[in-house]
Each structure stands twice: as structure tokens, then as C-alpha cells.
């Protein structure tokens, strides 16, 4: 599925305001051979990290296939469809697809939560 002009300001403006923290947001709106259609990704680089040449970078990535959304958190570069540890890359969290962008955020961030509560000792 790709989107109009109208529809993709609106995602940037719903993906900037959910994950504030990231930065270097960027899209692809076509079909083609790592795309299904419409994806949409931000960077997270921890703060100790901003300054080192081998830092670590977090994905978040939003894109939807047969009119469903799905979210997914990643490392090493943005969630496509060749993402795989044997690159440099691997998935870390992906939600189940979802009915609307702001439902898929809500799981995502309900994902991101409970790996954050894996690692807490409380």
C-alpha cells in the first residue's frame, strides 16, 4: 500500500510525536525488492554512543502490508524485508499486524515496555 502526500504528512507527524527521542526520520512510499509498499523508520543512538564511531543504532519502523500495520524495533539499521543478523541487523521486538498506525504504536510501545522490564531488577 503506498500513501498520498496528505496521509504521509500525517503518519510523520504521529511517528515524531510517539517516539520523540528519535531522530533522522525516513520513508519509502513505492513497491520494489526490500519494500512491500509504504515504510517509515527512525534512529534512536544512546547517549553514551553519540560520540563513538561504533555506535549502537535502534530502529523503530512502521510499515504496512495488505492494509495492516505493523511496528517493529531493530538494530543495526531499519526493519526491510532482508533485515537479518547475518547482515548486521536483527529484529528485537514486531507487534502483531494492526488495524491503524496508532494502534500499532500502542502495541509497539507495549513491547518496548516489557523487554525494558526484562532487564529492571524491580
Not at 504521509?8 to 512510499?29: G, I, K, S
Request: with cysteine.
Amino acid at each position: 500500500m503506498l500513501l498520498t502526500q496528505l496521509e504521509l504528512e500525517h503518519v510523520l507527524r504521529q511517528v515524531r510525536t510517539a517516539f520523540p527521542n528519535l531522530v533522522d526520520w525516513e520513508y519509502n512510499n513505492e513497491v520494489d525488492a526490500d519494500y512491500f509498499g509504504f515504510t517509515i523508520w527512525g534512529r534512536f543512538v544512546p547517549q553514551e554512543d553519540a560520540e563513538s564511531l561504533s555506535e549502537r543504532r535502534f530502529y523503530v519502523t512502521f510499515d504496512i502490508y495488505q492494509d495492516k500495520w505493523r511496528g517493529t524495533v531493530t538494530i543495526g539499521q531499519h526493519s526491510y524485508l532482508w533485515t537479518s543478523a547475518d547482515v548486521g541487523d536483527a529484529h528485537l521486538v514486531s507487534t502483531e499486524p494492526c488495524a491503524s498506525l496508532e494502534e500499532a504504536i500502542a502495541a509497539l510501545k507495549v513491547k518496548i515496555a516489557d523487554v525494558a522490564k526484562a532487564f529492571s531488577a524491580v
